[in-house]
């Protein structure tokens, strides 16, 4: 008796080609409810590659909206456990990596470069405005996914020009709101909230988002891989939004917000360049190297960093009560305590705002040594991360160079990559 083939059923939908997706990479941002079911149907459909990324661990009330999560994995982390269900589901012999960690701060951009397609499954605008930078400023796709209640919705945007971003799904004013709501300009701490917010939904909703998710993904990546194919076009710029009071389905495009700030290109400067340096590297190396290789002085920049992420580092600050000096040298966020002095803390006082420190936001060869000595990631740069160089020279173009040299590290089973070498 002839063996059935796995994928049987769905290799018989007209031009659909189980190879496409076999050959498709896919970043999961987010492993809670709508992640779980996400990775679910990548590993049922066949997606050859998925990067998962989260930042919390498995709680008890995860257990009724996660299907890869068992009573046994509670107080485990989210990350590492739902790529490693992923891989066992996988019915095509497709593999997980995942960076357990915060992804605003410590999830590099080369993650992001490296991937096909990019699925958000996150529940705060600062996560998914983030997200959705990095793919406008790659060019890549990105699906968002959000749930409340038995309410849900999805965002698909292609990531070229000419299509909408998730930014542009928000008014002017939602949009500042969000960022005032992540951090105040004034200051450079991460202020604890009072009390942790938990959106009401259900397990049904994060799996009809996620099956619409992911047809969506099938067809990006049949489009990618065969431009000339017949299945269905993806539905770039569109949000669909269901009503459970109405069973309602209803799709609406969605156009490029006039104001909307999220649509510059790394393809607009010379694109991203791949080299051998990583994160690990001290900051007087990975300028020496990019002078030797670029034939000038280039200094670090993190200003195109802050738009979602508050990537700044701290030298110095003063106690908020009694004004003394103190050494820093930590990227942020900071917590609030970081900004007070050893006695005051021992003295158990609570900390002031706004923060008084001394920030920065580039570095180069005329640092102090102190700097000059330290690695990127203790800079606060992430690993596999693209890092701007400015040059000292306004006849020369800055650069967008990518930290590949962390590829291995990062992305130790992504398929068909090597660390460049230099010149």
């Not at 920030?359 to 740069?381: C, Q, T, V, Y």
């Not at 992430?382 to 040299?405: A, W």
């Not at 992305?411 to 660390?419: F, Q």
């Amino acid at each position: 008796m002839k063996t059935e083939n796995k994928t049987d059923r769905q290799e018989r939908i007209p031009y659909f080609d189980q190879k496409a997706i076999r050959n498709t990479s896919v970043l999961v941002v987010g492993a809670g409810a709508t992640g779980n079911e996400v990775l679910k149907c990548l590993a049922l459909t066949g997606f050859g590659y998925v990067f998962v990324a989260d930042m919390d661990h498995i709680s008890t009330s995860n257990l009724s909206r996660t299907v890869l999560f068992t009573e046994k994995d509670v107080g485990r982390r989210k990350a590492p456990v739902a790529a490693e269900r992923f891989t066992n589901m996988s019915i095509d012999d497709g593999i997980a990596d995942f960076y357990d960690g915060d992804l605003c701060h410590g999830l590099g951009e080369g993650v992001f470069r490296h991937v096909d397609i990019v699925i958000g499954c996150v529940d705060n605008e600062q996560t998914r405005l983030y997200v959705s930078n990095i793919c406008q400023l790659l060019g890549k796709p990105y699906i968002d996914t959000g749930i409340g209640g038995f309410n849900w919705n999805v965002f698909s945007s292609s990531g070229k020009d000419g299509c909408s971003c998730y930014a542009c799904t928000l008014s002017a004013r939602a949009e500042r709101k969000a960022f005032e709501r992540i951090r105040n300009s004034c200051d450079v701490t991460r202020r604890k909230a009072a009390a942790e917010g938990h959106v009401p939904t259900i397990g049904i909703a994060a799996a009809s988002a996620s099956a619409l998710a992911v047809q969506e993904a099938i067809k990006i990546s049949h489009h990618a891989h065969e431009p000339g194919t017949n299945l269905y076009r993806p539905r770039s710029g569109y949000m669909s939004i269901f009503s459970a009071a109405e069973n309602r389905l209803d799709s609406y495009e969605i156009k490029i917000r006039e104001s909307c700030g999220h649509h510059d290109r790394y393809d607009n400067y010379g694109g991203v360049r791949e080299t051998p340096m990583s994160a690990y590297w001290k900051l007087k190396d990975v300028l020496e190297w990019t002078r030797n290789e670029y034939k000038g002085e280039y200094s670090i920049a993190l200003y195109k960093d802050n738009i979602c992420a508050d990537r700044g580092f701290v030298t110095k600050a003063f106690c908020e009560h009694c004004g003394r000096e103190i050494e820093v040298y930590r990227p942020q966020p900071l917590q609030d305590e970081d900004m007070l002095c050893s006695t005051c803390r021992g003295k158990g006082l609570a900390p002031l705002y706004p923060s008084d420190a001394i920030l920065r936001n580039s570095f180069g060869f005329h640092d102090e040594e102190k700097l000059l000595e330290m690695p990127l990631h203790a800079l606060g740069i992430p690993l596999l991360h693209v890092v701007e160089f400015s040059p000292g020279d306004e006849t020369k173009e800055t650069l967008f160079l990518e930290l590949t040299g962390d590829l291995d590290e990062v992305m130790p089973h992504l398929p068909g990559r090597a660390i460049p070498k230099s010149n």
